[in-house]
């Protein structure tokens, strides 16, 4: 066994012995990593969408949640709804859907294009000091850039005003 092996072994017992483990970075060793053709539309949505710069991981989960969901419905039982879009990645991830299984299905985007609806008291946490225009803001992008981010998908539907929660069962879409 070379020097840097017993490095290895003795950095990787050190850790074991203060409770961490030592792993490869780039092991894949869940779904959402060796789903390759997830991935590759993933990336593509990202590059798109101008995305790409804030790839994170849990983000990338939460989108492979939803190629999965995709999976799941029956296309020919009703239409689809995206409710907030920001730049349009999972609205490409699901107009690509769409267009793979080559389905007629209508696509509906709902968005303010102007970012996060008013954050009230109960929306932040205690000792949040953003200031709450700047993260309203962070989310906004307007209709015409998402309509050329999605240009490749004729089918989608864009509907621009403030979603309003009127409870539990009931989203009211306002025209502004
Ligand atoms: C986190 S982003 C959506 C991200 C997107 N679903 C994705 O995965 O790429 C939230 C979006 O919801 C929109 N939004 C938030 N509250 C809204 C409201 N009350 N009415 C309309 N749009 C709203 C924002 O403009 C923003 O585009």
Redesign the pocket.
Known sequence: MGGSDYMKRYVKKLFNNLGYEIRRANNKEVFWQIDTAFNNLYEEAQMKTQMKATDNILRRQRHYTLSYLLKNIDLKSGDIC?L????G??AYQIASYIRQKNEKVDFYV????????EIRQVDRYEYDKRNPDNIRKQ???SLESVQGNLREFNFINYYKG??IILGKNWTKICQK
Request: with cysteine; proline share 0%.
């Open positions: 995206e907030g879009c920001w730049r990645l999972s709902f968005d303010s294009f102007q970012g996060l609806s989310f906004a992008c403030w979603i």
